[in-house]
DNA sequence: ATATGAGCCTGTATGC
DNA sequence: TGCATACAGGCTCATA
């Protein structure tokens, strides 16, 4: 499910409300998902003030005051939810986090792609983010940087914008996204793309992701954010999901493609091969 | 080294 | 109705 918007969008539905509290007591109701090393997850994290909230790449990123942090992805289809004290467990809620004002923190993922963990916050670095490209909206994202990266690959563009090696945080809808807005045809190589293509690609992503953030994400079937709210990006979708319909730039059809298994929308007319 | 494909899971929608 | 197939916001690994 979720791209860098829905996990930026979780990650500000949940700040303001858990910094501060503490974890009173968790709740494991399944050992493993892609990672199964659970048992030690509670007692690292028991009874330490939450400090910050925040989001490296499509993970979502609790520090807590002992200097460890619980580290979550999302998977396709996970959901990281408040809950009311009241809350009786549903099916495929993993774990369930109790807090410290009596509200419950509920890890809910039906397909298990996603994870959830806790490591010592110095070791996410080279645990998880050593191979990971740049973040969008980086400075350091850049026409050189970018170039270099595109140079030799003979591997649709649409590939390598969601190689997480190159940028982070571009999944399968904002891929399709951001190349119409840039009016790139997905199947270009990297080694065929220009220098101004480059730019406006990058310009693109930005103005594609910041849209999406600001509406919250898209949900197209299970996304929610910490208070179980979906997103409306949804509505403001240009070509994903719309094979067959109208291009809203040119009335073109849309059309629907495959790129690796995963479905890429394009409009033929507005972006050039 | 780079490129492709399978696999991990469950639920839903489609077609016969 | 039943059953089989395809597909869904991601990522990692094994194979050419």
Known sequence: MPELPEVETLKNSLES?????SIKNVEFKRENLRYKLFPDLATD????NILDVRRR??????DFANNYSLIVHLGMSGRFTLQPA????KKHDHVIFELSNGSKLVFNDTRRFGMIYSFKTSSL?????NNLGLEPFSELLTLEYLKNKL???RVPIKNLLMDNKIIVGVGNIYASESLHLAKIHPDKLGIDISS???ESLINSIRVVLSKAITAGGTTLKDFVNGDN???YFTQQLTVYARGGQECLNCSSVIIKAKHSGRATFYCKNCQKA
Do not use: D
Not at 57 to 62: G, M, P, Q
Not at 86 to 89: D, G, K, M, Q, T
């Open 86 to 89: 009241s809350y009786e467990a």
């Open 151 to 153: 140079t030799g690959r």
């Open 17 to 21: 409300k858990l910094i501060g509290l």
């Open 45 to 48: 994290i028991l009874n330490m």
């Open 125 to 129: 670095e080279e645990k998880f983010f």
């Open 57 to 62: 790449a499509k993970y979502l990123i609790i």
């Open 229 to 231: 709210k979906p997103g």
């Open 196 to 198: 101004s293509e480059i």
